[in-house]
């Protein structure tokens, strides 16, 4: 196995620390011979100190939306201090925050799907991608870990995302940790707690101690720190494995002055991201059938590969491109019980496309595995035809949620 480290003070698929007083870390561990050919991702990250703000009416800038030179595959978006008092936690609980809510509604448009997000009281880290990109980004784990009030209060501390990226082990962190030079004993007790709670337990991955930013003292102005560490080359007459290819571009580090609603400063840095894939087909193909028409149910053809294991929880969901997250749903089938025929690698279900109505808007077809907790399959865009009635009904059967 090999791994290789890039550390960075912010959020982002391929490496951050996230923060004010944040350091972000992801590790890169190979899995599988890479394939020949080298992809090229960009990745947006931004980290912000929101000091208990509501979202400002307009993010372009902090979101590059109107550079037309950029063509990005991932948002990681870390924010600290967010409103974190009793009636804003309960709301939160039951609905969206007002944050993610808003870079849902500004992304999805753009084809973007929050991936994941993790919260912890003000601190809060979110990942979105190009939906095109879901099948090759696995969420392994999401983590808290408080270092406020002797380890119990969530004011201070990390949160962190753990996920597979086109075969890579990535490590995302967002910290908020203790400001001031006089705090600096402080803060690195705090930073070694962090690093401690969040390894993966796993034994076949890498955990989050293994890049050396732990030993430097760690930020406490809102920055992006990034690191790549390499391989040490072998000797020339030791035989080796061909080594995965990554390399990292940085393209802008920017503060956003303009924006006043905190007292501190968003700061953001894009990506470019040389990768070669070590995955690089999904494990289910999905085929909706053609022409689809809303005159009867959809057959939905799909194929396993062979290393894929179903689950009976299993479930495809029917999309409107433009959706906001896995939830957003207008209908879904769970694959077992209504499954009609199968053979080697084959399978066919139908799915309820009743309740939709004429519409110009294109749909998808999301493959969910419930092993994976990912989406591991998605189909390419298709219209659905107008019919000459319209039924309407609930569904009676329990409806997923992630």
């Given at each position: 196995m090999?791994?290789?480290?890039?550390?960075?003070?912010?959020?982002?698929?391929?490496?951050?620390?996230?923060?004010?007083?944040?350091?972000?870390?992801v590790?890169?561990?190979?899995?599988?011979?890479?394939?020949?050919m080298?992809?090229?991702?960009?990745?947006?990250?931004?980290?912000?100190?929101?000091?208990?703000?509501?979202?400002?009416?307009?993010?372009?800038d902090?979101?590059?939306?109107?550079?037309?030179?950029?063509?990005?595959?991932?948002?990681?978006?870390?924010?600290?201090?967010?409103?974190?008092?009793?009636?804003?936690?309960?709301?939160d609980?039951?609905?969206?925050?007002?944050?993610?809510?808003?870079?849902m509604?500004?992304?999805?448009?753009?084809s973007?799907?929050?991936?994941?997000?993790?919260?912890?009281?003000g601190?809060?880290?979110l990942?979105?991608?190009?939906?095109?990109?879901l099948?090759?980004?696995?969420?392994?784990s999401?983590?808290?870990?408080?270092?406020?009030?002797f380890?119990?209060?969530?004011?201070?501390?990390?949160?962190?995302?753990?996920?597979?990226?086109?075969?890579?082990?990535?490590?995302?962190?967002?910290?908020?940790?203790?400001?001031?030079?006089a705090n600096?004993?402080?803060?690195?007790?705090?930073f070694?707690?962090?690093?401690?709670?969040?390894?993966?337990e796993?034994?076949?991955?890498?955990?989050?101690?293994?890049?050396?930013?732990?030993?430097?003292?760690?930020?406490?102005?809102?920055?992006?720190?990034?690191?790549?560490?390499?391989?040490?080359?072998?000797?020339?007459?030791?035989?080796?494995?061909?080594?995965?290819h990554?390399?990292?571009?940085?393209?802008?580090?920017?503060?956003h002055?303009?924006?006043?609603?905190?007292?501190?400063?968003?700061?953001?840095?894009?990506?470019?991201?040389?990768?070669?894939?070590?995955?690089?087909?999904?494990?289910?193909?999905?085929?909706?059938?053609?022409?689809?028409?809303t005159?009867?149910d959809?057959?939905?053809?799909?194929?396993?590969?062979?290393d894929?294991?179903?689950?009976?929880?299993?479930?495809?969901?029917?999309?409107?491109v433009?959706?906001?997250?896995?939830?957003?749903y207008?209908?879904?089938?769970?694959?077992?019980?209504?499954?009609?025929?199968?053979?080697?690698?084959?399978?066919?279900?139908?799915?309820?496309?009743?309740?939709?109505?004429?519409?110009?808007?294109?749909f998808?077809?999301?493959?969910?595995?419930n092993?994976?907790?990912?989406?591991?399959?998605i189909?390419?865009?298709?219209?659905?035809?107008?019919?000459s009635?319209?039924?309407?009904?609930?569904?009676?059967?329990?409806?997923?949620?992630?």
């Open positions: 090999q791994k290789h480290t890039f550390p960075i003070q912010t959020t982002a698929d391929c490496g951050a620390a996230v923060s004010r007083r944040s350091p972000l870390s590790t890169w561990m190979r899995a599988h011979p890479p394939s020949s080298a992809s090229l991702l960009s990745i947006h990250v931004v980290t912000w100190n929101v000091a208990s703000a509501a979202p400002p009416p307009d993010l372009s902090l979101l590059q939306l109107n550079n037309l030179n950029l063509n990005l595959d991932v948002y990681v978006i870390g924010l600290q201090e967010m409103n974190c008092g009793i009636m804003s936690l309960l709301s609980t039951a609905f969206e925050d007002p944050w993610s809510s808003f870079f509604d500004v992304l999805s448009p753009l973007f799907v929050k991936v994941s997000s993790v919260r912890m009281q601190l809060l880290l990942i979105f991608a190009k939906y095109q990109h099948p090759f980004i696995q969420i392994l999401t983590k808290s870990t408080p270092t406020g009030l380890g119990y209060w969530g004011n201070k501390g990390g949160v962190k995302i753990f996920l597979k990226f086109y075969g890579y082990y990535v490590s995302i962190v967002n910290c908020h940790l203790p400001p001031h030079v600096n004993d402080q803060r690195l007790e705090h070694d707690r962090i690093l401690e709670m969040q390894n993966f796993a034994q076949d991955v890498p955990n989050i101690l293994d890049h050396d930013e732990k030993k430097r003292k760690p930020a406490w102005t809102d920055r992006i720190l990034w690191r790549l560490k390499r391989q040490p080359q072998a000797a020339i007459h030791t035989p080796t494995l061909s080594a995965p990554f390399t990292l571009f940085l393209r802008s580090y920017v503060s002055m303009l924006y006043s609603v905190s007292d501190h400063k968003p700061v953001t840095s894009t990506f470019d991201l040389e990768l070669k894939p070590l995955v690089s087909a999904p494990l289910i193909t999905l085929l909706p059938e053609s022409p689809c028409t005159e009867s959809m057959l939905i053809s799909y194929a396993l590969t062979a894929f294991l179903s689950s009976p929880w299993d479930w495809i969901g029917l999309y409107k433009g959706l906001r997250h896995i939830n957003d207008v209908s879904y089938v769970w694959v077992r019980d209504n499954q009609v025929s199968f053979s080697d690698g084959l399978n066919q279900v139908y799915i309820d496309i009743s309740d939709i109505r004429e519409t110009e808007d294109q998808l077809l999301f493959y969910y595995s092993n994976l907790h990912s989406v591991v399959g189909s390419t865009p298709f219209k659905i035809q107008p019919r009635f319209l039924a309407e009904g609930p569904l009676d059967e329990a409806q997923p949620q992630i």
